[in-house]
């Protein structure tokens, strides 16, 4: 049996640590969860029947065999590093972090260097399969258009430091993912992951405001000279954080289903 330890005690935290005993529970078993708020990762822990820790010393000391983070970009800069050379495999819901391209290749040095790995789950979209074949192929064009309600936006730093208004349907960004996830830090995750999986560095992405839907759209377009691929991925946020998808935390637990299974679908 395999353990892990979760970084995070949010909603997708909840979702992925309530259903991994009920759906694996002959292959894996939760040992320790870890987050900023000592009093909600307590109550966290409690319902889970592990431990509760505040420092990621001591969520590493029982040597999990992942830890999974659903903390946030910050949280994958700050301990990333340190799990990995503790000899930990990491799961990395907040991929943004590694949108900072030196981040990225110091991590992957780590890993290497202490033969542990960093997974990155497909997210609120799919499609990661297909996408590195086009990154095998080369040259791709990948462009993202992400459509997204007045309260999943609400909050983005690069909104409230232009004064624009998402009261009103329309383009609200368009750049690259790397530039996206530092004025969406809670939004483009699935941007920055799309460019990974193809290693496109020219990828675009825009940002739709649609004020009233209660869906967020992921369409994702991606060419090169012999194929043309479109993706549309359409779910309906967390409820209890709009800027989340729960999809998210499931396909996480997907990615244990298909660690545990002697049959992996690619």
């Not at 992925?16 to 969860?33: C, K, S, W």
């Not at 503790?86 to 110091?106: C, P, R």
């Not at 999986?197 to 000279?225: F, G, M, Q």
């Amino acid at each position: 049996m395999k353990t892990i330890a979760v970084i995070g005690c949010g909603a997708l935290s909840h979702v992925f640590a309530q259903n991994l005993p009920r759906l694996m529970p002959e292959d894996y078993l939760i040992t320790g969860v870890m987050s900023r708020t000592p009093a909600r990762t307590q109550e966290f822990a409690d319902l889970l029947g592990c431990g509760a820790h505040n420092d990621i010393r001591s969520l590493l000391a029982s040597r999990p065999d992942f830890v999974v983070e659903f903390a946030g970009v910050d949280a994958v800069r700050q301990y990333a590093e340190e799990i990995l050379s503790a000899g930990t495999n990491l799961v990395v819901a907040s991929v943004g972090a590694f949108a900072d391209e030196d981040f990225k290749k110091k991590i992957m040095a780590v890993a290497r260097q202490t033969r542990t790995k960093v997974y990155i789950p497909s997210g609120a979209i799919g499609g990661f399969d297909l996408m590195k074949t086009f990154a095998l192929m080369g040259n791709a064009e990948v462009t993202i258009d992400d459509y997204l309600s007045s309260d999943a936006l609400s909050g983005a730093p690069f909104l409230k430091d232009r004064n624009i208004a998402i009261d009103q349907p329309g383009v609200v960004f368009s750049g690259t993912p790397s530039e996206a996830i530092e004025g969406f830090p809670k939004n483009v995750n699935v941007a920055v992951a799309t460019a990974m999986a193809t290693a496109s560095p020219n990828a675009k992405i825009n940002i739709h405001c649609v004020p009233e839907t209660d869906e967020t759209t992921h369409r994702i377009t991606l060419k090169n000279n012999l194929m043309h691929a479109e993706l549309n991925i359409s779910s309906r946020p967390d409820p209890e954080n709009p800027r989340s998808s729960v999809s998210a935390a499931w396909n996480v637990l997907t990615l244990f289903k298909t660690l545990a299974s002697p049959m992996v679908y690619f």
